[in-house]
């Protein structure tokens, strides 16, 4: 993409702030990244300082009352997402367009970066088809075996609600929804052998 994306991160954490940074620069995004404080100035003077396409922000540091601004030229075609720290509550997170989990590992949430551009029109969707990170093999590999999520989730050592995040990823780059397939998929690209599976059980 050739056009620099124009993004606004109010978030007090350093290492959060520089790993959105590294995320979006290894994504080969094209990007201007400015950083600001909203306990210092509102956030809609904010906007106006900056005129950011993209906000990023920590919706702890966020006045509860800006979302009730929305329908001002300040917002006119701005993307906001939430910055959340744990399983997103919808009371909390629903007047953003989309979330980030920081919790999450790296891959998924380069996945999830790539979701919100690629719907917001900022990058051309790829055909990622039948390409799957290594975690995402991990996932899939003990999904053919039968294991709950919370079952991987032990095992990977990762929360339950990244294994979910992995599995709506997996499905989305392989286009298959069904644990069957999903097996056999497995099976038929090395990740399993046919026998292992015998001891398995779904779920």
Known sequence: MNEVVKILVIEKSYIIREGLKALLSQMGLAFRMDEADCIKDSFQKLLEKYEPQVVIANQLQLSEKWHGNRNSTAFTGLII?????????????????FTLNVMNSKSALTNDFQDIFVKIGLVSEENDSETISEREADVLRLVALGLTNNEIAERLFISV?????????????LGIKTVSGLTVYAILNKLVESGELKGGRKE
Do not use: C
């Open 161 to 173: 609600h990244t294994v979910m995040t992995h599995r709506k990823n997996i499905t989305r780059k």
């Open 81 to 97: 997402i939430g910055i959340v720290h744990s399983i997103p509550d919808e009371n909390q997170t629903s007047h953003f367009d």
